[in-house]
Structure formats: C-alpha cells, structure tokens
C-alpha cells in the first residue's frame, strides 16, 4: 500500500490528471448520485490540511499584489470561462 502511495507521490503531474480523467469517466458511465452526500464531508477533508498550514498574516500582509492578483484573475476570470467555452454543458445545474 505505501509503495503505491509513494509512486503516486513521486509522480504527481501525472497521477493528478489521470485520476480527474478517471473520475470524469466513471461519473459518466456510474449514476453518481449516492455521492452527493459526500461532497461537503470529502471536500473539508480535502481543503482542511491546506487551512491549518495557512498564515494569515503572510497572506494580508500585502506582499507580491501582482502575484495575488494574477492567481485570483487566473483563478476566478480565465478559467471559468475558457472551461464554459470548451464545454458548455458544465456549468448547467
């Protein structure tokens, strides 16, 4: 088991995008409905690890504006978007 876990830890560029691929498929061919429970519980366990390492300081101190302000247009302008061009249906609820 943690053999695994470190082969997909040493190669993370290409682990990260074959398993959303994998995900896409699956939610695709399996009804993913059973799962809707899970995505608030699945999602705090996801973000929490990265919030208790966050210095709020650092963050607020007002540091490296350009590099906050291309990571938020990235973010929340760019990417968006050029997802909603390439496939429109995504967004639909």
Do not use: C, E, H
Not at 52 to 59: E, F, G, M, T
């Amino acid at each position: 088991m943690w053999k695994v876990v470190s082969t997909l830890k040493q190669n993370l560029v290409w682990s990260i995008p074959a398993f959303m691929i994998a995900g896409l498929i699956v939610g695709a061919l399996v009804n993913p409905a059973p799962l809707k429970a899970l995505i608030i519980p699945l999602t705090f366990l996801m973000v929490y690890p990265m919030m208790i390492n966050l210095q709020v300081q650092k963050v607020l101190s007002g540091g490296d504006f350009k590099v906050q302000l291309a990571t938020q247009l990235i973010n929340f302008a760019i990417v968006p978007f050029a997802l909603s061009r390439l496939w429109p249906g995504l967004y639909l609820f």
